[in-house]
């Protein structure tokens, strides 16, 4: 079975940081692309920033540029998103998918992801 595990979510004030973990289980780690997404009550999800483990590629939120980076440990399959200068817009549902075949012009798009972690709460306080 695959499973994605999202973790490191939690209340953090302005300007702290957090950094989110997403372990993958039952996938070719260096075979697909991480995507982080985020989703506040009432708006549609958004992508935050994808990583494609196979070539690569990279994409950020121009929201997040500058501030979030992704990157992953192949020995421990697992992908991270450290978020930095937090705002509070950045409070989210926060999600890692994973897929395979993704491209880097799809990598934003959610449905191009087969696999889904459960969400981890990520709070900024003003």
């Known amino acids: 079975d695959v499973q994605l595990q999202a973790y490191g979510g939690g209340l953090v004030q302005t300007g702290g940081s957090l950094r989110l973990s997403c372990v993958v289980s039952?996938?070719?780690?260096?075979?697909?692309?991480i995507g982080w997404f985020r989703q506040v009550p009432g708006k549609e999800r958004e992508a935050v920033s994808c990583l494609s483990i196979y070539d690569g590629s990279t994409y950020f939120a121009d929201t997040v540029k500058g501030r979030f980076t992704i990157s992953s440990d192949n020995a421990k399959n697992t992908a991270y998103l450290q978020m930095n200068s937090l705002k509070p817009e950045d409070t989210a549902v926060y999600y890692c998918?994973?897929?395979?075949?993704?491209?880097?012009?799809?990598?934003?798009?959610?449905?191009?992801?087969?696999?889904w972690g459960q969400g981890t709460l990520v709070t900024v306080s003003s």
């Open positions: 039952g996938l070719t780690f260096d075979a697909i692309a």
């Open positions: 998918a994973a897929g395979t075949g993704i491209i880097l012009s799809s990598m934003r798009n959610g449905a191009a992801y087969t696999y």
